[in-house]
């Protein structure tokens, strides 16, 4: 069964934390690089984060040094740690491989007040 299941947003004041989970089938996370997208109201989908199946990280450059993305290769999990959140990181955010699958889950919305 193919699944992602986003969870943990919410709406958080400017300078506040969030911690986002992924649940995915084993068919989609096994070896495979993961990814944090996030789609912002008029705008298209963006990579955020991402991770190799060994842990390599990297980072949109609006969110580097303040989001940290990691992985539970046992749980077929993956996080998104997102500190000293910003207004503009507003948006709905996704889990998916990298490069993506053309099959998305839900979602979990993050709205940061300023």
């Known amino acids: 069964q193919v699944q992602l299941v986003e969870s943990g947003g919410g709406l958080v004041q400017a300078g506040r934390s969030l911690r986002l989970s992924c649940a995915a089938s084993?068919?989609?996370?096994?070896?495979?690089?993961m990814a944090w997208y996030r789609r912002a109201p008029g705008k298209q989908r963006e990579l955020v984060a991402s991770i190799t199946s060994n842990g390599w990280a990297n980072y949109a450059d609006s969110v580097k040094g303040r989001f940290t993305i990691t992985r539970d290769n046992a749980k077929s999990t993956v996080f998104l740690q997102m500190d000293s959140l910003k207004a503009e990181d507003t948006a709905v955010y996704y889990c998916?491989?990298?490069?993506?699958?053309?099959?998305w889950g839900q979602g979990t919305q993050v709205t940061v007040s300023s």
């Open positions: 084993r068919s989609i996370f096994s070896f495979n690089a």
């Open positions: 998916n491989r990298n490069p993506p699958i053309n099959f």
